[in-house]
């Protein structure tokens, strides 16, 4: 029998079908990367156009290992490195800072507290070019330290944290700590820390794809001798783009990294970006 | 250890007073730094690098404005003249228009279909959820450049898979980075591939936030889906509505990687800037042409305050159209 209330949330064929097409729409660029760069060159102008992978990948990416410009070890080598600095720092400080702000008294916390939540809102493309001539000045043009020390820490990191934080870790706890004679840094190593263990590996998820992606300012600050993987991308797109075969198989393993966090911790990305959603 | 202690009652924040002995109140007197001021040193990492990196560069981006500014050469102050230069400028003008017609072709096909993905993953008993949910939002996952590289071959104009596909309705090879329009048309579709999955989760979780006795009740009154739909869940979405508006605007009125690669690396946006933004221009004018730098800052602040003045405007008008 059917209750009045799964009447009405019942689902028609109509539903699955639209969304059955709108996750083919979003997979498909995916599959068409994967096609591509696995195919030799000279099948790619076939028409029809191919569906189906090919056997050339190997030889595809040797082509791009090969390929001086376009320095792809290099970059995968810098992405990997930057990604995670910046997120091992960004959970770190943000933590630290999130605890303090949740849960320790502290004079002008609710004002620098305030002062925190407005940044998020200024686009970092504001101070775009006076930080190319910083980096210029700090000899740091052209080296890891203009991609990573700028973004070691997150106003978003320390908001979520907080946020976090101040629901999830009861004063009871810390008091408990305080009474037991730990200091307050030990109280956030050995209670807090682990307290905040679900919601740090999210935003670490958040802020390793966000690394891992960024553009616009490695490119601002790198040359092709010393790119992140985008970057490199980016260049040997320029330079080979009739080359797709080779193109579309860096971009596949470039791609590849992400969509394996994805698959593996999708449920709690999606997780994060809805519940912080709800609350903001 | 913590849980027999959580459920003592509750310590006094400080410890009473040592009873004397100098040890203790070595002890006594590091317990009272320690609460004083170890909160400051653990917000300090934030404070530090974000005004070193992120405020102070916002700032100097206002001064540079304010002057002929050469990155390796002279400056001299010249007021709100590249302010006043902006309003004569005819690329900045056009890059202007490129940036609101990529934004208004990106955003309002994108979250109408959010809006209606949403629904559709909201209001039903489905089977494999979590399955939808994790391939709508994979977009979001790829980089901006790969996804820009993957669409600038499915555009090309001879072998290019779009190409070819309207071919079979008897519609002629598009040059697709060659005209205004259908250049901006291309760049919007990699904005909307990438970002509908992303605004239909955060307008789903929204919707979760409605109760659903509402919608019971109003089903036994007789109202329809469609009708639910707009006397119910509109008008209690419209706080998340405005935010995904909002961060729609913010990330379209700053759109640059996409058009750039589309462009093959040209900072100018296609052969007659068709397609160059306002990004793009701000980075042509301050980090490739160096002796423009103070016109670039100009530019920078010019886009900041459309994009505030932008944001208001939406807000307004979604709360407007919401009531």
């Known amino acids: 029998m059917i209750s009045a209330s799964q009447r009405l949330w019942r689902t028609s064929p109509l539903t699955y079908t639209a969304l059955v097409l709108a996750a083919l729409l979003s997979i498909y660029p995916f599959y068409y990367m994967v096609v591509i760069g696995t195919r030799s060159l000279d099948s790619i102008n076939d028409v029809p156009p191919p569906v189906a992978p090919g056997g050339a990948f190997t030889d595809n990416f040797s082509r791009v290992l090969d390929n001086d410009a376009a320095n792809f070890l290099t970059g995968m080598m810098n992405s990997i490195i930057v990604s995670s600095v910046v997120t091992a720092s960004v959970v770190l400080t943000g933590s630290l800072a999130g605890f303090a702000f949740a849960k320790l008294r502290f004079r002008g916390r609710n004002i620098l507290l305030l002062s925190i939540i407005v940044t998020m809102m200024i686009p970092t493309q504001l101070g775009l070019i006076p930080l190319w001539g910083m980096m210029q000045t700090l000899g740091w043009y052209d080296t890891l330290y203009a991609v990573t020390v700028p973004f070691l820490v997150s106003a978003f990191g320390v908001f979520m944290m907080r946020q976090y934080a101040s629901q999830a870790i009861s004063d009871e706890l810390i008091e408990a700590g305080r009474v037991d004679g730990a200091s307050t840094l030990r109280i956030y190593w050995n209670i807090v820390l682990p307290a905040l263990r679900p919601a740090a590996g999210v935003l670490a998820l958040l802020t390793f794809m966000e690394s891992w992606n960024s553009f616009l300012w490695p490119y601002a600050v790198l040359t092709p001798e010393n790119p992140t993987l985008q970057v490199s991308l980016s260049f040997l797109s320029y330079a080979y783009y009739t080359d797709y075969s080779q193109v579309f198989a860096a971009t596949a393993v470039g791609t590849l990294p992400l969509v394996l966090v994805f698959l593996l911790f999708g449920r709690q990305i999606i997780g994060g970006i809805m519940e912080g959603a709800v609350k903001s | ?323």
Request: neutral net charge; aromatic residues 14%; charged residues 15%.
């Open chain 2, 1 to 323: 250890m913590s849980h027999s202690a959580a459920t003592a009652p509750p310590a006094p924040t400080a410890p009473p007073a040592p009873p004397g002995g100098a040890r203790e109140h070595r002890r006594f007197t590091l317990d009272r730094l320690d609460l004083t001021y170890s909160p400051y040193v653990y917000i300090a990492p934030f404070f530090l690098i974000f005004g070193a990196f992120g405020l102070y560069p916002m700032a100097r981006t206002a001064w540079m404005s304010l002057h002929d500014w050469d990155m390796i050469g002279e400056r001299t102050f010249i007021g709100l003249d590249n302010y006043t230069r902006l309003l004569s400028d005819d690329y900045f003008w056009n890059a202007l228009v490129n940036t609101f017609g990529i934004f208004a072709l990106s955003t309002i096909p994108q979250l109408l279909l959010a809006l209606f993905l949403a629904n559709l993953l909201n209001r039903t008993l489905l089977r494999a959820k979590t399955f939808f949910r994790m391939a709508i939002f994979i977009p979001n996952v790829v980089s901006v450049a790969a996804v820009a590289i993957v669409f600038g071959m499915l555009y090309q104009r001879e072998y290019g898979l779009v190409n070819w596909l309207l071919g079979f309705v008897g519609i002629d090879q598009i040059d697709w980075d060659g005209q205004t329009w259908s250049s901006w048309t291309a760049i919007a579709s990699m904005v909307n591939w990438r970002w509908t999955g992303y605004n239909t989760l955060i307008l789903l979780a929204g919707m979760q936030a409605i109760p659903r006795d509402l919608y019971e009740a109003a089903e036994i009154d007789g109202a329809g889906q469609w009708r639910q739909f707009w006397r119910i869940t509109l008008p209690l979405l419209r706080p998340t509505f405005v935010f995904v508006v909002i961060l729609s605007t913010i990330g379209g009125m700053q759109l640059f990687t996409e058009p750039l690669l589309f462009a093959n690396g040209s900072i100018i946006g296609g052969n007659q800037r068709e397609f160059q933004t306002l990004a793009m221009y701000m980075y042509e004018m301050g980090l490739v042409n160096l002796n423009s730098a103070g016109y670039g800052a100009a530019v920078a602040w010019a886009l900041f305050m459309i994009i505030g003045l932008m944001s208001l405007l939406n807000f307004v008008l979604v709360r407007r159209a919401a009531k």
